[in-house]
């Protein structure tokens, strides 16, 4: 199967969860015997951070504005499928191109759907408008449940499917890291984030100053009161991730307020964490049951005490544990590309050989 992906980015991880959710699955449905070529808008923000300049795995070309990407007119014509991602700078017009020259099935994989549907009930057509959505063949989200059948019904979708996000287990795995800290959080900054963030760990670090805790990620505001316990790391590229959790007793789960209204939104940084045999302390939305078993495969908080309780607790190991083996059996990447493939087939009815089928 020929893939042509316009997403986000690919080659840069700074500032977004975009770049290791297209690199996790991606690769490995090239491994399924398929070929990609990733579409990326040249932007200064990324081009100056690409941790990922040449994947190796897949052909990667930049296009620096909408003129420029008739450069791959061709190729988009030629795919058995196309998928444009949520976030893609002048999304619309690039939507609307690839569906009036595509011959394959035109699919649209929104990394972020409740922002995006929350960012469509206020008018906001930045990377999607309305009016496009039934011209997708198919609408690959990141959330599930009851958003799919609103998708269909509300928004006149041919065929919602939920794409989860996926952790690729040789690049996530336990590394044996000595423990530095308590608690850790991974994440950019975010304003709905915040609130969250301070009562399930900025607090448990005031009330534990002798226990040790770490926020990496970029963006956040100077004025930020950081405990001493607590410490700063700016930028964690991909590749140190798995240290990172391995050296965490637990580890944060904060999740977008729009995506807890939603729910069935796991985010990548779950099945990362879970994936180094992290044992997870998240906040609590519809649908996280039906992806780890809480108390078992996962803490629950929604208040510091929470928290303080979780880390106390004596199975935090055996807890990561089952963490792990749930992800390693379910939300694998090569699970996710297998069920990228059936979808896309189904939709499609492209014809490949019966051994990459299978």
Not at 5 to 17: E, K, R
Not at 184 to 205: H, I, K, N, V
Not at 241 to 260: E, G, K, P, W
Not at 276 to 300: H, K, N
Request: charged fraction near 25%; include cysteine; glycine fraction near 6%.
């Amino acid at each position: 199967m020929k893939l042509v992906v316009l997403g986000l980015s690919l080659s840069s991880s700074w500032g977004n969860g975009h770049a290791t959710t297209y690199r996790a699955v991606l690769e490995a449905f090239v491994r399924r015997g398929h070929d990609v070529l990733f579409l990326e808008r040249d932007v200064p923000w990324y081009a100056g951070q690409r941790d990922l300049p040449d994947p190796g795995w897949c052909r990667l070309e930049f296009y620096r504005d909408l003129d420029d990407l008739q450069r791959f007119d061709r190729a988009i014509v030629d795919a058995d499928a196309v998928i444009v991602g949520s976030y893609v700078p002048e999304g619309v017009a690039v939507g609307n191109r690839v569906q009036e020259l595509a011959r394959g099935i035109v699919a649209f994989y929104d990394i972020d759907t409740p922002v995006t549907l929350a960012k469509l009930e206020r008018g906001d057509f930045e990377y999607l408008d309305p009016a496009a959505i039934p011209g997708y063949d198919l609408y690959l989200s990141f959330t599930g449940g009851p958003t799919l059948d609103f998708l269909e019904t509300h928004y006149a979708s041919p065929a919602a499917r939920a794409l989860y996000c996926s952790v690729d287990p040789s690049r996530y795995f336990p590394t044996g890291a000595k423990k530095r800290w308590d608690l850790s959080y991974l994440g950019t900054y975010s304003p709905d984030r915040q609130p969250t963030l301070e009562r399930l760990l900025l607090e448990p670090a005031r009330a534990l100053p002798e226990r040790r805790f770490v926020v990496a990620g970029p963006l956040y505001p100077d004025d930020i009161a950081w405990p001493d316990n607590v410490e700063r790391i700016e930028h964690l590229p991909p590749a140190e991730h798995a240290a990172f959790y391995s050296a965490s007793r637990a580890t944060l789960n904060v999740t977008r307020a729009d995506m807890i209204a939603a729910g069935w939104a796991p985010s990548v940084r779950l099945f990362e964490a879970a994936a180094c045999a992290t044992p997870i302390v998240s906040d609590v939305w519809d649908g996280l049951d039906q992806v780890f078993v809480p108390d078992r495969e996962i803490l629950l908080a929604g208040t510091a005490a929470d928290v303080i309780a979780a880390l106390c607790r004596d199975d935090l190991a055996a807890i990561g544990s089952r963490g792990q083996r749930r992800v390693l059996a379910e939300h694998s990447a090569a699970h996710r590309a297998a069920e990228l493939e059936r979808l896309l087939l189904e939709t499609s009815c492209v014809a490949v050989p019966s051994a990459v089928a299978g």
